[in-house]
């Protein structure tokens, strides 16, 4: 009776410790998922292509996207998303929400956005490739940060 009374408060006292390490992972989880802008801003970068990298005149249109809404940013020739594992061979920060771009003939458009306080900032650079490409992004557009398409403003910029 005693060995049975023992196992049963072993028993117990591993599943209590058990479940408050659980709810320290959640609540590590949930405070990483909070103080991260990356897990609830959303700002994608987009390209839709025209006409066809392979006609003589390519044409490709990059896009923002953020919530329902999307940005018109800019036309060039050739587009196309860059994964996050590929950011620092284009130049772009860690902290990118998310990058595009392309080369053609030479010369290239490359486009990133950053959350910054209550808005998005779009960078883009325009690098010609040789032996070594520089990316030199500059400010392309800053954007209101929309959570709902209530906050979103209307935008009728065309490039």
Same mark, same amino acid.
């Given at each position: 009776?005693?060995?049975?009374?023992?196992?049963?408060?072993?028993?117990?006292?591993?599943? @209590?410790?058990? =479940?408050? %390490? +659980?709810? &320290?992972?959640?609540?590590? *989880?949930?405070?990483? #998922? /909070?103080?991260?802008?990356?897990?609830?801003?959303? @700002?994608?970068? =987009?390209? %839709? +292509?025209? &006409?066809?990298?392979?006609? *003589?005149?390519?044409? #490709? /249109?990059?896009?923002?996207?953020?919530?329902?809404?999307?940005?018109?940013?800019?036309?060039?020739?050739?587009?196309?998303?860059?994964?996050?594992?590929?950011?620092?061979?284009?130049?772009?920060?860690?902290?990118?929400?998310?990058?595009?771009?392309?080369?053609?003939?030479?010369?290239?458009?490359?486009?990133?956005?950053?959350?910054?306080?209550?808005?998005?900032?779009?960078?883009?650079?325009?690098?010609?490739?040789?032996?070594?490409?520089?990316?030199?992004?500059?400010?392309?557009?800053?954007?209101?940060?929309?959570?709902?398409?209530?906050?979103?403003?209307?935008?009728?910029?065309?490039?």
């Amino acid at each position: 009776m005693k060995l049975r009374l023992l196992f049963a408060f072993c028993l117990f006292t591993l599943v @209590a410790c058990n =479940q408050k %390490e +659980e709810e &320290q992972y959640e609540r590590i *989880d949930q405070e990483v #998922a /909070v103080s991260d802008p990356n897990s609830w801003v959303k @700002a994608d970068l =987009q390209c %839709e +292509e025209i &006409q066809s990298a392979d006609e *003589d005149n390519p044409l #490709a /249109v990059v896009y923002l996207s953020q919530v329902e809404m999307q940005y018109v940013l800019d036309t060039v020739y050739t587009c196309s998303v860059i994964a996050p594992q590929m950011y620092t061979s284009f130049g772009v920060p860690r902290q990118a929400l998310s990058a595009c771009g392309g080369w053609w003939a030479g010369r290239g458009n490359f486009y990133y956005t950053l959350h910054e306080g209550d808005s998005i900032t779009v960078m883009h650079a325009q690098p010609v490739q040789s032996d070594t490409v520089d990316f030199q992004y500059s400010l392309l557009r800053r954007l209101p940060v929309s959570h709902t398409t209530a906050d979103l403003v209307e935008d009728t910029y065309m490039p």
